[in-house]
């Protein structure tokens, strides 16, 4: 069969090869300790989940408009006002199914055959993979441990050619867990306000902040650089909501109209009662996520501690999401090797930090509770001195 070529030039997802074989392992009846999961492994709070049922109930079970239900939209652009000082309306939202969508129509709105997209490394796997969709180019810029993994504004500025288009920037970081501060913002839109660059921040893990790290929305740094922005947000992480499928882009009008047009002719709406539920979760109370976040606090500390411990292994403290992003280097394997071993032997799963762009190192999400924790980080220790 001739399959697009397009099909060719992204590889399947590593993380979700490595969950899948670690749930087929547990399956078995193995017993996996699994620090795979890109996903809060709480239960939605309860009065969301009320809500999405009592919109059920209702009769909320029709087609809605592609940009999503207006309520909620009024209620994302009053959350991004209160809590992110950025003055949207509600028709500069777009409504989609999961950050992950918000993103991908983006990139077909706005990348042209050979654009280039700047994405400083290690980064959120499927960032190079949607802007390969769209007939991009990836322009990928590495950033190193002693750093935080941040990129500098001047690496951002030298990245730049003329076929530049967007830079993606994600602070929390998923894979790193770094947290840009509020001055390492405003440098970064000092940069981007020197070119035309639009940029597109993902902010999906704003609430997952520790040791009293502060969120600055890219944004919000200044005027010039809202007026390029897109703020893409969702409620997956925030409010364990994974498996809803709801999240959002905020930005300039035209551009929000050119991704709901394209939303309309591929899922029409996102679920219009789970978008129910999403309204509870933005006005309803919001001790549910102060109670997550004081769960990953204890879970991040248990592990640094662990890795802190094991010779040879170092990674910078994460300031947000609940990733730590290992350098297991000293081992001498590569990434995918040290994963499918540990799997193996030990009956860890982990993420491969090549999928990330980073080779040297491994993702462990510690979404997951202190006995696993514990029974899996003494396993992975004995793994790294089996390897020694
Ligand atoms: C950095 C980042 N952005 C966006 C997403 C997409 O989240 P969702 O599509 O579930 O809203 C994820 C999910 O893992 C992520 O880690």
Known sequence: ????????????????????????????????????????????????????????DEGKTRYGPAAGELKLREAIAAK??????????????????????????????????????????PYWLSYPEMVKLAGGVPKIVSTEAANGYKIAPEQLRQAITPKTKLFIFNSPSNPTGAVYTPAEVRALAAAIAETDLLVVADEIYENILYDGAEHLSLGAASPDVFERTLTSNGFAKSYAMTGWRV??????????????????????????????????????????????????????????????????????????????FVDISVTGLSSLEFCNQLLDSQQVAAVPGIAFGDNRCIRLSYATDLTVIEKGMARLEQFVSSCG
Do not use: W
């Open 80 to 121: 991004l006002y209160k809590h992110n000082r950025l003055n949207y309306q509600p028709e500069n939202v777009m409504v989609a199914n999961g950050g992950k969508q918000s993103l991908f129509n983006l990139m077909l709105a706005l990348i042209e055959s050979g654009d280039e997209v700047i994405i400083p490394a």
């Open 1 to 56: 069969m001739q399959l697009a070529a397009r099909t060719t030039q992204v590889p399947p997802s590593i993380t979700l090869a490595i969950s899948a074989k670690a749930k087929a392992m547990k399956a078995e009846g193995i017993d996996v300790c699994s620090f795979s999961a890109g996903e809060p492994d709480f239960d939605t709070p309860e009065h969301i989940r009320e809500a999405a049922k009592k919109a059920l």
């Open 247 to 324: 999240g959002y882009l905020a930005g300039p009008l035209e551009l929000i109209k050119a991704a709901s047009k394209i939303q309309s002719h591929s899922t029409s709406n996102v679920c219009t009662f789970a978008q129910y539920g999403a309204i509870a979760a933005l006005e309803g109370p919001q001790e549910p996520v102060r109670e997550m976040v004081a769960a990953f606090t204890q879970r991040r500390s248990a592990i640094l501690e662990r890795i802190g411990a094991i010779a040879g292994l170092s990674c910078p403290i994460p300031q947000g999401a609940f990733y730590v």
